[in-house]
Nanobody, 125 residues
Framework: VQLQASGGGLVQAGGSLRLSCAAS????????IGWFRQAPGKPREWVSCIRPSDGNTDYADSVKGRFTISRDTAKNTAYLQMDSLKPEDTAVYSCAAALTSSCIVVKTANGMDYWGKGTQVTVSS
């Protein structure tokens, strides 16, 4: 059972990146998926969530309107499309999965069943 986040890199402010979160050993469609990030010296921050039942999404205010979470059930993969990137978006981004229908649970990062290793996103000014 594994979650693998990928797609990070170095990008200029205003640019875009798409992160992927590939699941193996379990079916992603049954889980709420969350993206989180952690910048150096700062606590982990919830970024976005997608619910398994209806695909409803939720975003932190800091990324709303710029980031889009999605999933491809056929590929057992979730994505985070990040547009209009800012230097303050620089962080290690991780994905996690919880066997719940609630993004409220995901936001707390407690009770997540699986975590993927992070991928570094660096936005230069």
């Amino acid at each position: 059972v594994q979650l693998q986040a990928s797609g990070g890199g170095l990008v200029q402010a205003g640019g875009s990146l798409r992160l992927s979160c590939a699941a193996s050993g379990f079916t992603l469609a049954y889980y709420a998926i969350g993206w989180f990030r952690q910048a150096p010296g700062k606590p982990r921050e919830w970024v976005s969530c997608i619910r398994p039942s209806d695909g409803n999404t939720d975003y932190a205010d800091s990324v709303k309107g710029r980031f889009t979470i999605s999933r491809d059930t056929a590929k057992n993969t979730a994505y985070l499309q990040m547009d209009s990137l800012k230097p303050e978006d620089t962080a290690v981004y991780s994905c996690a999965a919880a066997l719940t229908s609630s993004c409220i649970v995901v936001k707390t990062a407690n009770g997540m069943d699986y975590w993927g290793k992070g991928t570094q996103v660096t936005v230069s000014s």
